[in-house]
């Protein structure tokens, strides 16, 4: 039960940073707050699923905030000019539908 709420806790920091966009320094803030209060948990004898279930969905927040964003590839290039590319062709072009596919 204990490894289904802190996956589920996971879950929902990771929805949560994708669906509201939350700032990284806001997560890095309450995930410290919630470092200490699981310290005082563990202190006074309290149970730790929640504050660690806290820390685990503020973890997810900041694994989504810190990946890297997705590589836009070639539009990128798009309407840039003076742009050379260098390579060898290892095999002739293969005809593939509208184009040619070359293989570097």
């Not at 997560?27 to 410290?32: I, N, P, T």
């Not at 990946?67 to 590319?85: C, F, M, Y």
Request: charged share 15%.
């Amino acid at each position: 039960m204990k490894l289904l709420v802190a996956s589920g806790a996971w879950l929902v920091g990771v929805a949560t940073a994708i669906l509201w966009d939350v700032p990284a320094n806001a997560a890095v803030s309450f995930l410290v707050a919630s470092v200490c209060l699981v310290i005082l948990s563990r202190r006074n004898g309290w149970s730790l699923l929640a504050p660690v279930a806290v820390a685990l969905a503020l973890l997810g927040v900041l694994r989504v905030e810190l990946a890297a964003p997705p590589s836009e590839g070639l539009r990128a290039w798009i309407g840039v000019r003076d742009l050379k590319v260098e390579g060898v062709v290892v095999e002739p072009p293969e005809a593939r539908g509208a184009g040619l596919r070359f293989r570097f």
